[in-house]
């Protein structure tokens, strides 16, 4: 019965001459009594995706990243010292919050059985995913994503369901992401085709593209990216793509995606994921792997425009899509003198000590003591802080215990960095 339903799905979605099959989509029934107020605003769910250094690397690797490259060493590699995770990491978390929720929103006959990829319409934007906070993200090894019915919109032959995810580490927001659902043949209930709170795609300017960078995917990519969590079959068995009508599976529309961002990123912002603001994509034909994505990039201004082409027939895969970026410093050697005038530690104390004036009460209950750290700098003490968790509600401060400490630890600032980044095991 479901490969029944499935294969009505297909022919439904086949019969739609312009959709595309590597986004997202279902062949589903909107009731023409849909009350669309009731629907938008509805929180769907919310999702923990718990992670260690393992699923940013598979990601870098799923997205084409290779040791060939010296400049992604710090992508794919946990013990660099700029060990970090590329900023369109942020739809994995995320990802999972796509459908979850929508077969019970009222007015709504949803089979996800029916569910196929067609367009997504795919924002996010990152609000400090690699800086001091990754720091403690990486302690946590958890996020948390809460999925909200952002509008629904009539397309007449479909139905466009926005949804807004937000990414959080505990309270912090990571990033948000806004995908465009489309559901082959749930629209005719008169509802609006536009939304003033969908995220517009951008054209690129009409002239040669600025930068222009060919990547060879191989044949096994979906294979290898599959591994970040989208699990779909179409990716990878041959026989469920035929059944949509595909010579064989095709590559994830975020796949491609991942390509064009990190090749923006270093582009145009010299990897340096703090840069990294946004991005806005359309998915609009489906690759294959082993084909070359071709990517295309325009500079304007803070916004870098891209799109991706497939080098062996000329199709756009995905349009109207640029990424914004936050200007480099102007002065970088200002920055650089700031940079070593301070302690590396010093900045995870700080991100400590806001932590705890928010948690501080329970964590006194818990622990229930007082560390005094004594950092050093070329063999000579160069700071001290205490981070007292039992008195009151707790506190983080420069300078030795004011009431005796109950454990004391002394140790050079690199290797309390080490600690932290878990470059080195603190039991040794």
């Not at 085709?193 to 995917?217: F, I, L, M, Q, W």
């Not at 294979?223 to 994830?252: E, M, T, V």
């Not at 104390?349 to 950092?375: D, P, T």
Request: with cysteine.
């Amino acid at each position: 019965e479901s490969i029944s339903v499935l294969s009505d799905a297909l022919s439904q979605i086949e019969t739609q001459g312009n959709v595309s099959m590597n986004s997202t989509s279902s062949g589903s029934v909107v009731s023409s009594s849909v009350d669309t107020a009731s629907i938008v605003g509805q929180k769907l769910s919310t999702n923990v995706y718990q992670y260690t250094h393992l699923q940013p690397i598979l990601y870098a690797l799923g997205v084409g990243m290779s040791t060939k490259d010296p400049d992604h060493l710090k992508f794919l590699f946990e013990g660099s010292e700029d060990f970090c995770c590329l900023p369109s990491f942020g739809v994995i978390p995320a990802q999972t919050s796509m459908f979850n929720g929508i077969p019970s929103l009222p007015g709504l006959n949803i089979d996800l059985a029916k569910v196929w990829k067609n367009k997504i319409f795919h924002w996010c934007l990152f609000h400090c995913m690699a800086t001091l906070i990754s720091i403690f993200i990486m302690l946590v090894r958890k996020l948390t994503s809460v999925a909200t019915v952002a509008d629904i919109l009539d397309k007449g032959s479909g139905a466009v369901i926005l949804l807004d995810v937000n990414t959080y580490c505990e309270e912090d927001l990571v990033c948000y992401n806004q995908f465009s659902l489309f559901f082959v043949g749930a629209g005719g209930f008169g509802g609006r085709r536009t939304s003033e709170k969908a995220k517009a795609t951008a054209n690129p300017p009409k002239r040669p593209p600025d930068v222009v960078v060919s990547d060879e995917t191989t044949a096994d990519q979906a294979a290898l990216y599959r591994l970040s969590g989208d699990w779909n079959p179409l990716h990878l068995d041959p026989s469920f793509a035929a059944l949509g009508g595909f010579k064989k599976p095709i590559l994830h529309g975020l796949c491609s995606f991942g390509f064009a961002a990190r090749n923006v990123l270093k582009h145009f912002a010299n990897n340096d994921v703090k840069r990294f603001k946004a991005i806005k994509v359309r998915f609009v034909k489906p690759v294959f792997p082993g084909q070359t994505l071709q990517t295309e990039m325009w500079k304007e201004g803070n916004r870098i425009h891209f799109q991706t082409r497939v080098k062996e027939t000329g199709q756009v895969a995905i349009a109207g899509a640029y990424v914004d970026i936050v200007p480099a410093l102007d002065k970088p050697a200002a920055r650089e003198t700031l940079r070593t005038a301070g302690l590396q530690s010093d900045l995870v104390f700080e991100e400590i000590g806001r932590r705890v004036k928010q948690i501080g009460s329970e964590l006194v209950k818990k622990v229930n003591a007082v560390f005094q750290w004594n950092i050093t700098k070329d063999g000579e003490t160069a700071m001290q802080w205490t981070i007292d968790l039992k008195n009151g509600c707790g506190a983080v401060y420069q300078g030795p215990a004011r009431s005796s400490a109950d454990t004391t630890f002394t140790l050079s600032d690199e290797d309390f960095m080490d600690v932290v980044l878990q470059k080195i095991n603190p039991q040794k």
